[in-house]
């Protein structure tokens, strides 16, 4: 089982991005799944998550009102819709995944499964 971001680049302040990440692999487990950022010299953070029905969201305070995460489970896509990217976004973004058993909105450790990650950076 693996997750593939994709979907960062350069972007002005101001813009937006739509990062996208697919699991692939056998699993047999209903993922809930979640969408993290590190700077440079930063500890990293949770920025949004998901539950498995997409029932269920959570965001960081930094991100309410300008990010969107959703997903697409027949496609085994999560997203992250970025609006109003300011300087401060800049990071690399990295998907995960936890079993829907042992998720909560608030989870931010002992994901299981991690993507490469994804540069994304926003330029003043």
């Known amino acids: 089982v693996q997750l593939v971001e994709s979907g960062g680049g350069l972007v002005q302040a101001g813009g937006s991005l739509r990062l996208s990440c697919v699991l692939s692999?056998?699993?047999?487990?209903?993922?809930?799944k979640a969408w993290f950022r590190q700077g440079v010299g930063e500890e990293r953070e949770l920025v949004a998550a998901?539950?498995?029905?997409?029932?269920?969201?959570s965001y960081a305070d930094s991100v309410k009102g300008r990010f969107t995460i959703s997903r697409d489970n027949s496609k085994n896509m999560v997203y992250l819709q970025m609006n109003s990217l300011t300087p401060e976004d800049t990071a690399t973004y990295y998907c995960?995944?936890?079993?829907?058993?042992?998720?909560?909105?608030?989870?931010?450790?002992?994901?299981?499964?991690w993507g490469q990650g994804t540069q994304v950076t926003v330029s003043s």
């Open positions: 995960a995944a936890v079993p829907q058993g042992r998720w909560s909105p608030t989870l931010t450790i002992n994901y299981d499964v």
């Open positions: 692999g056998r699993t047999y487990s209903s993922f809930a």
């Open positions: 998901i539950s498995w029905s997409g029932a269920v969201t």
